[in-house]
C-alpha cells in the first residue's frame, strides 16, 4: 500500500496487505527495524478514517 521512507539506512517503515494471512491480521505495518503490528481491515478503518478527516495532523 504505502512506503514511508526518505532515506533510512536500516530499511523504511510500510503498509500493506497481506492476502495470504488469516482475516484478523491482513494489515501489516512494518517500522524500520523490522518489528510488525498485524490488524484486521476493521481495526485500521478507525485510523485511516481519522486521518482522512484530518483529525491526526497535530501529530
Known amino acids: 500500500m504505502a512506503v514511508?521512507?526518505?532515506s533510512c539506512?536500516?530499511?523504511c517503515?510500510?503498509?500493506y496487505v497481506d492476502?495470504?494471512?488469516r482475516a484478523g491480521q491482513r494489515v501489516v505495518l512494518t517500522e524500520d527495524f523490522g518489528q510488525r503490528v498485524r490488524m484486521s481491515a476493521e481495526?485500521?478503518?478507525?485510523p485511516a478514517e481519522e486521518a482522512k478527516?484530518?483529525?491526526l495532523d497535530h501529530v
Open 4 to 6: 514511508f521512507c526518505g
Open 9 to 11: 539506512d536500516r530499511g
Open 13 to 15: 517503515p510500510a503498509l
Open 19 to 21: 492476502e495470504a494471512a
Open 43 to 46: 481495526q485500521f478503518r478507525s
Open 53 to 55: 478527516a484530518g483529525r
